[in-house]
């Protein structure tokens, strides 16, 4: 039986608290984990951008369980899913794509990019949500990406690049164009993740077989 997400009833500047202090919990994250800081500086020239929350099928699921955090990624896990009720989240994928039980427990925002709760020409900073048992079928695009894992774990595959188990803490780095997939197992992954380099409003795309 899965829990509701809380209804969103705070009135806006409530809201804007939330995504300030998920915002400061993210730059922590990044402030304390040097491969973070290596990838790419925190953005200086973030802004605050009143949007329209879109909820997906999978909140619920992230709700009910974002997988175990560590010591340090606690906080901000809890302030994801402070935020996770307000937040513009989007499926992107199709149904071809991905199949219909992906589109039921996943979903992703962009927390500061282009597009995002905070505006910021310099970065995409997104949180993705898989719950256990998932195949993320191979994808690709041209930014580098790094993912950090906030809670639970994933097994990470990349061509060219032995699969990996991560959990809390632990990161993987996509360069350009590097096709990469990712399976969970029986725990959900709650992933804060970094895009940098050309075509950051761009979305992924499936890699040919
Ligand atoms: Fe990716």
């Given amino acids: 039986m899965l829990i509701d997400a809380p209804s969103p ?6 809201v804007r608290d939330l995504f300030v202090r998920a915002l400061a919990a993210a730059r922590d994250w990044h402030a304390g984990c040097p491969v973070q800081r290596e990838f790419a500086p925190w ?6 951008i009143p949007r329209e929350s879109a909820q997906v099928p999978g909140l619920a699921h992230l709700v009910n369980d974002p997988g ?8 901000l896990k809890d302030a994801i899913l402070a935020i996770a009720p307000f937040a513009e989240w989007r499926l992107t994928y199709t149904e071809d794509e991905v199949g219909a039980d992906f589109l039921q427990r996943f979903g992703w ?18 949180v993705g949500f898989w719950g256990a048992n998932l195949y993320y079928p191979r994808h690709q695009h041209e930014p580098e990406e790094l993912y950090t894992v906030v809670s639970g774990t994933g097994l990470f595959h990349a061509d060219g690049a032995p699969d990996r188990l991560l959990g809390p803490g632990e990161t993987r780095l996509h360069v350009a164009n590097q096709p990469h997939a990712m399976t969970t197992t029986d725990t959900p ?7 940098r380099g050309a075509g950051l409003a761009d979305p992924p795309r499936m890699t040919a077989a």
């Fill in 9 to 14: 009833l705070l009135d806006s500047g409530d």
């Fill in 43 to 48: 953005p200086e020239d973030l802004t605050y």
């Fill in 68 to 75: 175990a955090a560590s010591d340090r990624s606690r906080a």
């Fill in 109 to 126: 925002f962009e927390l500061a990019g282009p597009e995002g709760h905070f505006l910021t020409t310099q970065a995409r900073i997104t």
């Fill in 189 to 195: 992954i709650l992933t804060l993740v970094y895009w």
